[in-house]
């Protein structure tokens, strides 16, 4: 069981926008910035949205992320078949003292 | 460019040991806090531990709390983690990872498999 709560799955239609939820507590999300990364099979993950809510140089600004209370959210507009892939979230637990994972999403395009 | 070179990684029985090796370039090596993350393959990510710059904050996982030693040579630019009484749950790919909390560089990760 993840600290970080995922839907396993999403999905939507090519040019759609799916939105990723990521539930947390006030000893995480909270309290601290969240982070997003993609991974696609058989490769290394790879961040999306830093912990200041920024995208690092080279991702389109197709996808966001978000935060309210002890929920973040990662938008992605435009959806591209070329964006299948798993997407996690991740923050620092301040009660666990220790970093945390969502157990990901996987984003399927119809 | 940033590289992370992760290696060490291997068959071991179960209560066995290994020790990961991580050589970092392309940045300041000793300015970042340093993270090893793990993945069963199929799975999500989780986190295993973490080293600050000095080497004087170090946090680990729940998991592998007391059996897991992190370390780091900053003359080296060498990331570690001694993992010893290993069990079949820790199999696993293990990544370097470059933080303190935005996993901005990741290694190619070494994989870890513990079976009798």
């Known amino acids: 069981q993840s600290v970080l709560t995922q839907p396993p799955s999403v999905s939507a239609a090519p040019g759609q926008k799916v939105t990723i939820s990521c539930s947390g507590s006030?000893?995480?999300?909270?309290?601290?910035?969240v982070s997003w990364y993609q991974q696609f099979p058989g490769t290394t993950p790879k961040l999306l949205i830093d912990?200041?809510?920024e995208r690092p140089s080279g991702i389109p600004d197709r996808f966001s992320g978000s935060k309210s209370g002890t929920s973040a959210t990662l938008d992605i507009t435009g959806l591209q078949t070329g964006d299948e892939a798993d997407y996690y979230c991740?923050?620092?637990?301040?009660?666990?003292?220790?970093?945390?994972f969502g157990g990901g999403t996987k984003v399927t395009v119809l | 460019e940033v590289q992370l070179v992760d290696s060490g990684g291997g068959l071991v029985k179960p209560g066995g040991s290994l020790r990961l090796s991580c050589a970092a370039s392309?940045?300041?090596?000793?300015?970042?806090?340093m993270n090893w993350v793990r993945q069963t393959p199929g799975k999500g990510l989780e986190w295993v531990s973490s080293?600050?710059?000095?080497?004087?904050?170090?946090h680990y996982a729940d998991s592998v709390k007391g059996r897991f030693t992190i370390s780091r040579d900053n003359a080296k630019n060498s990331l570690y983690l001694q993992m010893n009484s290993l069990r079949d749950e820790d199999t696993a790919v293990y990544y370097c990872?470059?933080?303190?909390?935005?996993?901005?560089?990741w290694g190619q990760g070494t994989l870890v498999t513990v079976s009798s």
């Open positions: 990872v470059k933080g303190p909390l935005a996993f901005d560089s």
């Open positions: 392309g940045f300041t090596f000793s300015s970042y806090t």
């Open positions: 080293i600050s710059t000095g080497s004087v904050n170090k």
């Open positions: 006030s000893s995480n999300i909270g309290n601290n910035d």
């Open positions: 912990d200041n809510g």
């Open positions: 991740g923050t620092w637990d301040s009660g666990l003292s220790a970093v945390v």
